[in-house]
T-cell receptor
Framework: LAKTTQPISMDSYEGQEVNITCSHN???????ITWYQQFPSQGPRFIIQ???TKVTNEVASLFIPADRKSSTLSLPRVSLSDTAVYYC???????????FGTGTRLLVSP | EAGVAQSPRYKIIEKRQSVAFWCNPI?????LYWYQQILGQGPKLLIQ????????DSQLPKDRFSAERLKGVDSTLKIQPAKLEDSAVYLC??????????????FGEGSRLTVL
């Protein structure tokens, strides 16, 4: 499975756009890129998944360049409630094996 | 739709004792996972089931941990005997999605284990 690397922590203010970049240099052809959010004392929650280019849902956008060696999770206009740990994962296409890294701890301040 | 149910939510035991955690996945989900999350770390996959068969248990400490998924529905994770380093949150997750959202797992709230 491809290893992912992302910043340990990020700080932001309410109303700002936050971009968290993840590198996955060894991603394979059949792998998808998935992002999760985790609040304290809760299990991780799926945010978004993509294969290439751009994916957008009601929560976030995911940008994946053509070489797929990195991806960027974009959170528009964050609020205090977006303070959480964000995990980038590479999912093997048919195997559904998910390996979590250490994640990025996002702190949103007033 | 009911989510993934786990019990107990909290458990405190002495080292060398045994403990069992139960998980009931979302109805119809074929894939079930157990993760261990130590404070400050990301979840670590212990075992993955597809229906009632084991897909991956490469990181399960088999000398003390065991898991089963009877009839391909609910699952039990057991630790016997427990060590201090087993103190963690044990997360159960399930998935029934294929295709473009195949990475979407649904997690329970977890079972927090403290070993004294």
């Amino acid at each position: 499975l491809a290893k992912t690397t992302q910043p340990i922590s990020m700080d932001s203010y309410e109303g700002q756009e936050v971009n968290i970049t993840c590198s996955h240099n060894n991603i394979a052809t059949n792998d998808y890129i998935t992002w999760y959010q985790q609040f304290p004392s809760q299990g991780p929650r799926f945010i978004i998944q993509g294969y290439k280019t751009k994916v957008t849902n009601e929560v976030a956008s995911l940008f994946i360049p053509a070489d797929r060696k990195s991806s960027t999770l974009s959170l528009p206009r964050v609020s205090l409630s977006d303070t959480a740990v964000y995990y980038c994962l590479v999912v093997l296409g048919s195997f559904q094996k998910l390996v979590f890294g250490t994640g990025t701890r996002l702190l949103v301040s007033p | 739709e009911a989510g993934v149910a786990q019990s107990p939510r909290y458990k405190i035991i002495e080292k060398r004792q045994s403990v069992a955690f139960w998980c009931n996945p979302i109805s119809g989900h074929a894939t079930l996972y157990w993760y261990q999350q130590i404070l400050g770390q990301g979840p670590k996959l212990l075992i993955q089931f597809q229906n009632n068969g084991v897909v991956d248990d490469s990181q399960l400490p088999k000398d003390r941990f065991s898991a089963e998924r009877l009839k391909g529905v609910d699952s039990t994770l057991k630790i016997q005997p427990a060590k201090l380093e087993d103190s963690a949150v044990y997360l159960c997750a399930s998935s029934g999605i294929k295709g473009e959202r195949n990475g979407e797992l649904f997690f329970g709230e977890g079972s927090r284990l403290t070993v004294l």
